[in-house]
């Protein structure tokens, strides 16, 4: 059987996509908090204005969700399951936007069940990163409780007030967009001379490239 001699190469990565995830996360979860803040300070808000404001940020973020997850940081740790969140924030997010003044009871279920299962997966990743020596770890677990502990609040709702729920979701965006930005900060490392992909190639290929 005829066999081709394999060599390496070494294919330069662009920082620019991780760059891009980074500012984007900083940016998004910065916007969750104050629309958090707004929420809770504001808890007779109009709903309408609520569900357009959650819909689109929910699908700015699952954009930068998906940026993040194909840009391959050097760490590989906060955005390893963004792929999925990414997707599924779009699909929610373009829903709310359909019908924002009816969708106050789909906005607490879907997004407490999204920012619980993502708290779940954070806990996973902060021991990850203790493994890597990252020391905010500690944090990111601390974070991802809380995060997740407002989840479940959300999903199973003590009260149907309107002001208690839109109260509640401005604390679900708020711990969201905290445990988001903490992730960001401390587990997306960019550097420019990160170690480069290997790409195989044949000893014909590398003929032809000469």
């Keep these: 059987m005829y066999r081709r001699d394999m060599v390496l190469i070494m294919k330069m990565r662009s920082i620019v996509p991780m760059r891009i995830a980074k500012i984007g996360y900083v940016l998004i979860s910065t ?33 930068v969700k998906l940026i993040g997850y194909f840009s391959k940081d050097l760490y590989r740790l906060a955005f390893q399951y963004d792929l999925q969140f990414g997707i599924l924030m779009l699909i929610i997010g373009l829903i709310i936007l359909l019908k924002p003044a009816n969708t106050i009871n789909f906005i607490c279920i879907s997004l407490g069940i999204l920012i619980t299962v ?16 990252i020391q905010k770890w500690w944090l990111i677990i601390t974070l991802s409780i809380v995060t997740v502990i407002i989840g479940i609040l959300l999903v199973f709702r003590p009260s149907d007030g309107a002001r208690t729920l839109v109260i509640l979701l401005g604390a679900s965006w708020i711990a969201e967009g905290i445990l ?31």
């Design 31 to 63: 916007a969750f908090c104050l629309i958090g803040i707004i929420m809770m300070v504001y808890p007779d808000f109009s709903l309408n204005v609520i569900g357009i404001c959650c819909g689109i940020a929910m699908i700015i973020f699952g954009i």
């Design 118 to 133: 993502e708290g779940l997966f954070k806990i996973q990743i902060a021991f990850e990163a203790k493994n890597f020596g």
């Design 180 to 210: 988001n930005l903490c992730s960001a900060i401390s587990m997306v490392k960019i550097v420019k001379n990160q170690m480069p992909d290997i790409v195989e190639i044949s000893s014909e290929d590398q003929e032809n490239i000469r």
